[in-house]
């Protein structure tokens, strides 16, 4: 049994946790040179990591990188040209026990594909002849969708949540989830946040891809970046903090003193008379310290798109050709 | 695990009951017209272009034995239910995946076999419909019209109409797992279904060519004869059966080693 993190005491908590994960056994998702072609164009490249069992793995990369192709590899749902992965212990190209384990398996398509005409009842009881709804009620205090009305009428938001109640309502082990807040609104991507990480507390494992940046920081533990089919880094969310910065622009009263105003942290800055450009790769406090010292007219501090943290940190010598 | 045969199941429902209302209502139709054509059903019979006299099997058609099984089981069954049955089944498999549907579906435990057999086995509902429906109005119709036909006989026909069914559901089938797209799926399966009638019945009528006719489901069925000479050929319904099986092991061996 895992002890239970506390938000505001993360310290001593995270180094338990810490310690549980090097004694882990055997990991939930083994994933192992997975490649998938499609005639010319190599959707996954050699993958090769492992998720382990009570965390929550960010899959990040921008959109067409490959992550959805991963995913549908990982549930049977298209085969691999070479390599292989375990989920659960199953391997994929068992087909026998890879349908087995997926009573254990919540998953979240990017893309979902409801019967629009049933209501979002009959859904859920459709799902729950498959393989069970023993937390649904739980579910539908957090996450609403108008349950009465047919899936056809929903919007976005409603899908997803619907889609969310879907995935988690058999209670499984593993979470696979593809893009789950696109649509939500701001204050639902916050519950949404909240739950995943009281799952993760929980025990549960979940493998979240996503292409926003500041959200696999907010609530993942470990990150997988994936870019052009290839993984391009597999590190702790802390690292990938001390790498990625904040993207702020300033603007002053007066023209800048650059020798006064930049400091160590700050990095590519660039100066247009009285507006500074920089990303910053230091604690948020301390630069907001650093700003009032000046006469700030207007500050704008935001996540640096995943294409800079690429340009910048993992190198940029292939060309964007997508992929 | 029958979650699936129970969704698709519902889903079929309202145009089985549709389908069955409107060829119903043409049954009706027919058989309020078949005393006055009987009367005149010699002329008919002569002024009839003998080929489509050959296309629809037609014989003795001045009798209600005959005009039921030349009409009513060669157009109302043969074409208009087999080439339904060949459309929804076409569209089973192709347009959950275009949807997207099949991704959530087999994220579930359930294995790729079972998804192909639940959905063929919710054909049940049109099958039942149509048959039982389609009975009563025939039946009925039959007795208001002061004509006899034996029940029996009737009963007969009609169950061995399911063979042939379940071989254009099985075209159906396989080209809903080869084909990548909802709209060629379903609009192949029909079309295949009315070009293999239309070849048994013109190559019933030329002795040259009538072996090409072998390949075609309706040659396995023939209601006229049926009808009119109580001849029930269950050996022709066994290689139906047969087919149906093949078709659907076909569809499941595909359909298992594709990507979705």
């Keep these: 049994m895992r002890t239970q993190t506390d938000a505001d005491e993360p310290a001593v908590e995270t180094e338990s946790a810490t310690e549980a994960e090097s004694t882990r056994e055997s990991p939930v998702i083994r994933i192992d040179g997975l490649t998938k072609r499609y005639g010319d164009v190599t959707a996954n490249d050699d993958v090769t990591f492992d998720v382990y069992s009570g965390e929550i793995f960010g899959y990040l990369g921008p959109n067409g990188a490959g992550k959805t192709t991963t995913i549908r590899l990982l549930l049977g749902l298209i085969k691999p040209t070479a390599g292989t992965a375990e989920v659960l212990g199953a391997d994929i190209r068992d087909r026998r026990a890879l349908t087995e384990a997926k009573s254990a398996v919540g998953y979240l398509p990017d893309t979902l594909g409801f019967e629009e005409r049933l209501t979002g009842r009959q859904v859920l009881d459709y799902f729950a002849r498959m393989r069970g709804d023993e937390r649904r009620a739980e579910l539908l205090d957090l996450f609403h969708p108008p349950l009465e009305k047919p899936v056809e009428t929903y919007s976005h938001g409603n899908k997803r949540m619907l889609g969310i109640v879907q995935a988690f309502m058999h209670d499984p082990d593993l979470i696979i989830l593809d893009e789950p807040t696109s649509g939500l609104d701001p204050l639902k991507q916050d519950r949404m946040h909240a739950f995943l990480e009281a799952e993760r507390d929980a025990g549960k494992t979940i493998f979240f891809s996503s292409h926003v940046l500041s959200e696999v920081q907010r609530i993942c533990d470990r990150v997988g970046i994936i870019r052009e089919g290839g993984l391009v880094a597999l590190e702790d969310i802390d690292d990938l903090l001390k790498r990625s910065g904040k993207q702020v622009r300033v603007q002053l009263a007066e023209p800048v003193d650059e020798a006064a105003f930049v400091t160590e942290e700050m990095i590519d800055v660039e100066t247009v008379d009285r507006t500074v450009r920089f990303t910053y790769t230091g604690e948020s406090s301390a630069l907001l310290e650093h700003l009032v010292e000046f006469e700030i007219e207007d500050v704008d501090i935001g996540d640096p798109q995943l294409d800079d943290i690429f340009k910048h940190y993992y190198g940029d010598d292939t060309s964007s050709e997508g992929g | ?260």
């Design chain 2, 1 to 260: 695990m029958t979650a699936i045969l129970r969704a698709e199941s519902r889903q079929l429902t309202r145009s089985s009951i549709v389908l069955t209302g409107l060829l119903g209502l043409l049954l009706a139709f027919v058989l309020a017209v078949f005393p006055g054509f009987a009367e005149e059903a010699e002329l008919i019979e002569e002024a009839f272009p003998p080929v489509l006299l050959g296309l629809l099997g037609i014989e003795e058609i001045h009798t209600i034995e005959g005009f039921v099984g030349g009409y009513v089981f060669s157009i109302v069954w043969l074409l208009f239910a087999g080439i339904y049955f060949a459309y929804v089944s076409a569209g089973m498999i192709v347009d959950d995946i275009r949807t997207r549907r099949m991704d959530l579906l087999l994220s579930t435990p359930v294995s790729r076999e079972s998804v192909v057999l639940q959905k063929v086995a919710a054909l049940w509902v049109p099958l039942v419909a149509l048959h039982v429906g389609l009975f009563a109005v025939l039946y009925v119709g039959i007795q208001v019209i002061s004509e006899t036909l034996d029940p029996a006989t009737l009963v007969l026909a009609h169950l061995l109409t399911v063979p042939y069914l379940l071989v254009c559901a099985g075209i159906g089938i396989v080209l809903s797992v080869v084909l990548e797209r909802v709209e060629t799926a379903q609009a192949a399966a029909p079309a295949l279904v009315f070009v293999l009638w239309l070849v048994d019945g013109l190559t019933h009528m030329d002795q040259d060519f009538e072996w090409i006719g072998a390949i075609t489901p309706s040659r396995y069925f023939d209601p006229g004869a049926i009808l009119v000479h109580e001849e029930y050929a269950f050996t022709d319904a066994g290689v139906l059966l047969a087919a149906f099986l093949v078709l659907l092991a076909i569809a499941i061996v595909v359909f298992v080693r594709r990507d979705i």
